[in-house]
């Protein structure tokens, strides 16, 4: 355990570990003046003008120019980093907003915080240093693959590896943060003690978040089939498998870490209706036994049971069991739908034309 800090809600809690060096960073952001998304903007800027600067000066590319490839290698980075500090408040959020759901305590309600919104620094240093080395081999061996272009002299070949280091590095680190968040979201799920279908806005709270994070990889590989499509002659198996990665990423971070509360609203609906079909049983029974006996009394109301019960029971069965909510699924996947599509056409059009 570390010291204790200031916690959500302004308590204290016991940190189960050190923050990360992604969290720290991103904790200094929210510190500055101005709203966070301006720093990355001005960070993208920033590496936007380096990155045309540089073949500007060298004279690969005419001045005032701009080189697009160039412009979307050098914006990974900051776009990882970003991803990772919305998503850190998104995350948040979702736990504020499943609060309701859980019977806990403020101070384990804030451990709960601190473990769903920041990585472990160890653990998140290691994912960074083996991304950052394998990124550095890839460098040496094959430098003109993740330089984008940045080969026209000897400083932009240095800029091009630096960016392309440093964006695999942040975006290990994210990888790390979604599986981290992501099973933290499973946990936390299988913890609900109070799991209300007729009040169902806590159930569907961690839909957003790993609707977002899908969202983000999907928007990634919207990316490298831009990338792909417009600037490479043959189809790059390294651009290929990225993106496919990142769409599989995005299904199950969007899919699987919902499972679990799915389960526990499967088997509350299962309660509900055999309680419903238990009184509705009873009910039957008692009419049987009033019409054997010849006992005509109260059967208006008996009746008036049997349709309030048939009609519980449909509400029941239109009850959805998927933790989020229905336009939910369409929009996580719309980022990845339209451009897929007109890729596939465009492809498609190429192989007509070569009869």
């Known amino acids: 355990m570390t010291k204790d800090a200031t916690a959500h809600h302004g308590e204290a809690v016991a940190q189960p570990y050190p923050s990360s060096w992604v969290d720290r960073f991103a904790d200094w952001v929210k510190r500055l003046p101005g709203p966070s998304w301006l720093f990355y903007l001005v960070l993208w800027l920033a590496l936007f003008l380096m990155a045309n600067a540089i073949k500007w000066l060298d004279g690969s590319q005419p001045l005032g120019t701009i080189d697009l490839l160039s412009t979307i290698s050098a914006s990974d980075g900051v776009y990882f980093l970003a991803l990772v500090h919305y998503l850190k408040g998104a995350a948040g959020v979702a736990l504020h907003t499943f609060r309701p759901a859980l019977a806990v305590s403020e101070a384990e309600y804030n451990r709960l915080h601190y473990q769903l919104t920041t990585l472990p620094a160890r653990r998140t240093v290691l994912v960074s240093v083996i991304a950052a080395a394998l990124a550095g081999l890839q460098v040496l061996f094959n430098p003109d693959v993740p330089s984008a272009g940045y080969t026209s002299s000897l400083l932009a070949t ?27 979201v499973n946990r936390t799920h299988a913890t609900a003690t109070r799991i209300n279908l ?17 969202m983000g990889y999907l928007i990634l590989a919207d990316t490298a089939l831009l990338a792909m499509y417009e600037f490479m002659s043959e189809t790059d198996p390294l651009a290929v498998g990225i ?57 208006d109301g008996l009746n008036s049971a049997m349709e309030s019960l048939e009609i519980e029971r449909n509400v029941l069965a239109k009850i959805s069991t998927w933790p989020w909510q229905p336009g939910t699924l369409r929009i996580a996947i719309s980022p990845v739908l339209l451009p897929v599509a007109v890729w596939i056409i465009q492809r498609l059009l190429e192989r007509l034309g070569g009869f």
């Open 198 to 214: 007729f009040l169902p806005d806590p159930l569907y709270a961690f839909s957003g978040l790993t609707a977002r994070t899908a």
């Open 243 to 299: 993106m496919v990665f990142m769409i599989l990423l995005a299904a199950v971070t969007f899919v699987l870490p919902l499972l679990g509360m799915h389960r526990r609203m499967v088997e509350e609906k299962g309660r509900l209706e055999s309680e419903a079909n238990r009184c509705l049983e009873a009910t039957i029974a008692e009419l049987h036994r009033r019409l054997d006996a010849g006992d005509l009394t109260e059967i």
């Open 158 to 184: 240095v800029f091009g590896s630096s960016i392309a280091i440093f964006s695999l590095t942040v975006m290990a680190a994210l990888v790390y943060q979604t599986v981290h968040q992501l099973t933290t």
